[in-house]
């Protein structure tokens, strides 16, 4: 090997100088003590487990005594030499062995220190703890008195001292899980999930918390397959907690126990019962018939076993203590059996009445009684009850008297019955009245039947040809649904409903009408009548007992009721045969009420006897009813509209009225507004309509005429048909209207109301108006068919010019005969000036600039137009002549011509509002045109609202695309210039690049980015408004940034020191730097402040490193991985952090780039200590401690105590000072201070400087030393 390490385990030693001190002070009065002449004896030991035992003993005569234990063998001079006269005192481990002071290396450690008389320590025993299994310790007890700043000892032996014994064998099964115990009133049932591992048995105790007393202990239980005890003895509503403790197979006993505490019951108690048989269901559910058991089995609280009567027990009132029967698992049984004159139970809604009450081996009763309240859906019913037939029913027919082939007779029992146990012969058909046969019984069938059982049953008899009154009797026996044992019926049933058979039909005649008849209303007869009669029975229900009338119209001629037909039915014609009852049965009438239209109608008869026979006669009777005049027919010519003038003809057109006997004439009449005037008193028809010309006469004015044509049938019943009322006008109206336009002149295209009085034209009739204009030649029509409405307005045609004041106005009137008459407005002129070439929108630049906006017009009439007006509107609705200074900074020239010209005016025109223009022109004749409105676009001035920052940072060797954003000018694409002026001496740099785009714009620096890419850069951007340039902004070159970050930074510290190490990352150097008297650190740390930046002067002599930001310090700039902080303050806090970076070798020193993030430990604070390590004599972290190396330098063996604050893994390094690692050791310490000793191999360890280096938890402490062998 070339090196070994050897270790020594020692306890930390303390110092007590103070008190060292003060007990000396108070000893100089003092008596020297001597050693205790009787040394302690009798050492006896009790309760010796696995990992425990106490001692006894008897005292000597020393105030004190200390109890030293030790394994190895039974030889204490070693220990006897040390615990002699001016011995070592030791502090008190309670009979801790974990915790108990070693006597220096002799393997005897001071297990107890006892006090002397007057103190809690001053006792004859003490309890040993944390020993080891199957071990042999030996035992002394040594009697001492106080001595100063010493302990005098008594080291002889005595009787029975020293004296040893040996801990049992540890059980190193499992424990059982989960134990519980489900309470009675004398004991429980004690359970658990699970066994224990390894566990051959159990040992249980059980402890009385209410007399602080054991029941048992130590109970042998093996184990149990089912992994519970019953234990019965115990005292009710007490507390007892139950412990078991686990044994192996070889006998270990485990020293640790489960238990589980619990309250035994007050009363013992039935939690549940169960029924044979139990609740059924629907429909019968399970009622237990005479001579069947019914089984209860109760369920006690928590299974308790061992319960007995204790007194009568009651089923249903009935005694059935003798049934008690004890089932051993926790349930209990009583029969009960089903007698004649017990009382019924319903099981569908009833509890089977209980009465248990039992009692435990200590004589502890129920609370109460066990009733079995709320058991009907658990427990069956009870049913002694016998069936009989409660009534026997006429069920199909239901009426008295029949004609059918077969009868039904319902039988209902008192309960349902088994649908087995009926049969016919359980039944008999009896003879009530006449003579032969009575029929027989073909079938019993159970009505509505349920799960084999009806209460109802219909029993059908064969009653073909037969002529009687029967009835029918049960006679039989039948069996109930009782559950178990059905209970049979024992009693007869006669004198039910009875039933009158009779296959005789009747017979009948119709007397009124007569067959083939004729009516009209006011022959129609309103009562029919006739005769009926039945040959048997002549009396009872089977008489006769209806007569019935159907009275139809045949409307097909086919002489039967078929579809199409009607028939009344007393209050209505219906497209069904109606039979309508008549009054009386031998001897009948029937008033109809009937309302008849024309047609052929038959009369026809039924005849019922009581029984249900009919006699129906055939469709013979009929007769012909005819009381309608023709109907139908319209006028359809003339109509409302018509109006008509002299000598006008007009064709009278209709259709015919329609009748089965309709005449073949009308006559035909004209109204002449007071009398009506025949125009042909006997005019031929023969299709469906009509026609005939008729010339209006010249005499008649009237708006109420009309046209009537009359019809005739055979009956003589006559219609007429009216037109509607039509004019005839033989007057022209009345017209002075004076038509006219606005006076003076008309441009071509637009539109004007032409208008005139309307009340100076007048007729009897309805007025149409027609318009013209003249053109100076002839009257051209502009619009006829108007009404009298007084206004019109006209559009004039465009390209339409009358000039020189001839042109005018015509309104012809008409009225609705087509009389008319003519008035001529004044005269006017037509121009047809038009604008040919409209105003366009336009836009002018915000500060400075100008437009125009001009119109073109043209016109047929001589020196036309004669002026414009330009005119200005905020809103395209309210307009005003243009005006200097409206918009504000607006100036113009051309304002009554047909060019406008708007001029900005510095600071411009606002660029908030809007702005319309048009121009106004007039003819020559007056008239004026406005042209279309053209819109002003201010254009605001041009912004640019950002680029690039000050500086941008480009990556060797990637592109650089940076962005300039504007806003304002036109167009909205500008033209852009990259310019690089690295003097910045007025914006005259070289143009770089140049191109165009919208806002906002990408610019590309370089692609790739390199040394030379670095300088001062500005943009310049032009539209066709205005032109600016960007700010300054410096562009960077740097070398790519590190991706990994220092990381783990930790160090070991002194008073003015901190031995500072870390992880490094993937850079080519990385800083480090420190923030004073702060746990936070507030030096230099984002890319702003770092990047483009080389730092120089690193020191970590902290007096003369330079400063790094607020209150920090740069100590470092390099490649390595730690630094020697020096010139430090005592206890002060320092924040250190790192930064990784890299550069570009072939630029300049602004091509270097940190990484600014942070990392786990980076930042990290660490705090010098209070004292030099001279005088602390460690050097500290948060979870550990080491002393200085010693000797140092170091000759052979490096040695240093190494302080835990907590079990840790520790990695101890030896590393030189180039950075390579030399040693490397792992192990894990307790928190017990170890002294550590490293043998320096020569072969590998050179004379010269290293640097030891101890890691844990995240922390490491290092410190320097020398070799010099």
Known sequence: MLCSINWEFSMKKLLFLITIVAVFALSYFETYATVPSVQAKQLAFANVTSNSATVYWTRGNGTNRVVVIRTTDNNWAATDAILTDDGPTYTDANGNLLSAPQVGATGSYVIDVMGPAGTPNYLRSTTLSNLAAGTTYYIKVYEFNVDGSFWDYNNSSADNNPRSFKTTSSYSGGLPSSPSLSPWSEGGRLYWISDGASAAGYLLSVWNNSTSSWVFQNRDIGKPTGKEYFIFGLTNNTSYT??????????????????????????????????????????????????????????????????????????????????????????????????????????????????????DGNNVPFLSAYTGSGNNLSAPGVDQTRPYVASIIRQSPSSQCTNGNSVTFRVTFNEAVNTSSVTTTDFTITGVSGSGSVGTITSVTPVSPNAGGSIDYDVVVDVTGINREIQLDFTGSVNDMAYGCPNASSTTFTGGQTYYVDHTNPSGTITIPPNAACYRSATMPATFSGTANDAWPTSGPCVISLVEVALWKDNDNNGTFSTGDQSWNGSSWVSTLTWNNATGTTSWTWTHGASFTDGKYYVQIRVTDGAGNQFTTTPGNYFIYDNTAPTGGTITNPTSSGCYKNNDVVNIQWNNATDANLNNTVSIEYYDGSTWVTIVSSYPISSSTGSYSWTVPGSVNTNNAQIRITFSDCAGNIYLITSDPFKIDNTAPTNNSNPQVPPGCLIAGNSYNITWTTSNISDANPISISLYYYDGSNYQLIASGLGNTGSYSWSVPSGLYVCGGVANIRLRAYDCAGNYTDHVGPTFTIDNLQITAQPQNSQICSATGSTTFSVTVSSNCPSSPSSYLWQYSPDNSTWSTVTNGTPANASYSGTTSATLTVISNWPGIPTTGTYYYRCVITSTCGAQINSNSAQLNVVPALNITSYPSDPTDGIIGNPLTVSVGFAGGSPATKNWYLYRDDDGSGYNGTLVSSGSGTSPVSITIANPVACGTAGKYYIYIADNCDSLTSGYFAVRALAPEPTQQVTGISGGRTRTTISLIWTNGDGMGRLVAATYNSTTYTGYSTDAQLDGNVFTGANSYWPSAPSFGTNTRLLYNGTGSSVYVTGLQPSTWYAFRAFEYNYNTGCASTSYNYNTSTASYNPRAIKTTARDVEDEEVVRTSNFAVTPVWPNPVEDVLQFDLIPMQQANFRIEIVAMDGRTLFTHEYSYDNVATTVMIHLDRKLFAPGAYMLRVSALGETLQQPFIFMP
């Open 242 to 359: 139950f412990h078991l403790y686990p044994y192996d197979a070889t006998g270990n006993v485990s020293s640790s126990s489960v238990s589980t505490t619990q309250t035994t019951l007050l009363n013992p108690g039935i939690s549940s019962a169960a029924y044979n048989p139990g609740h059924g269901s629907a429909p019968y559910y399970n009622n237990v018939g005479i001579g069947c058991p019914i089984v209860v089995t109760v369920t006690a609280t928590n299974g308790q076993l061992g319960l007995l009567p204790n007194g009568t027990q009651t089923i249903n009132s009935v005694n059935v203590t003798s049934t008690f029967a004890d089932n051993r698992n926790g349930t209990y049984t009583l029969t009960y059996t089903v007698a004649s004159g017990h009382t019924d139970i319903n099981d569908n809604g009833a509890n089977l009445p209980l009465n248990f009450d039992f009692k």
